[in-house]
């Protein structure tokens, strides 16, 4: 494969990088919020415990997206190793750098994404 000039590899591995240490320091700091409610009428009332039901279940839908991103992040940081970035998985065509620059996660060109 020949090496694509319009890429920065050290640029993209550096956006990818902080980008997975954001969201590894959000999900620490939103642990609090995915622990389970404690099921005690007298401590918490019941819509207040319906509440705290309803923040954990977004909690963990919040969490559960996030972990989505970070797998996508090191599958795009692993093809970045192996020389592959920008690069459709698919059809093997160039991914415009217009594109990668929307989500530097992508894998696919906008045909092969459409058809999948």
């Known amino acids: 494969m020949d090496e694509r000039r319009d890429l920065d590899p050290a640029a993209i591995r550096e956006r990818l990088e902080r980008e997975r240490e954001e969201l590894l320091a959000a999900s620490e700091s939103s642990a609090d919020e995915r622990r389970p409610v404690t099921l005690d009428q007298q401590s918490v009332g019941r819509l207040s415990r319906m509440d705290a039901l309803q923040v954990q279940a977004m909690a963990h839908?919040?969490?559960?997206?996030?972990?989505?991103?970070?797998?996508?992040?090191?599958?795009?940081?692993?093809?970045?190793?192996?020389?592959?970035?920008?690069?459709?998985?698919?059809?093997?065509?160039?991914?415009?750098m217009k594109r990668l620059a929307v989500d530097m996660t992508l894998a696919y060109c906008v045909d092969c994404a459409q058809s999948a």
Do not use: H, M, S
Not at 63 to 91: F, P, S
């Open 61 to 96: 839908a919040v969490e559960a997206r996030r972990k989505g991103r970070l797998q996508r992040i090191e599958r795009a940081l692993r093809r970045l190793e192996a020389g592959d970035y920008g690069t459709c998985l698919a059809c093997g065509e160039e991914i415009p």
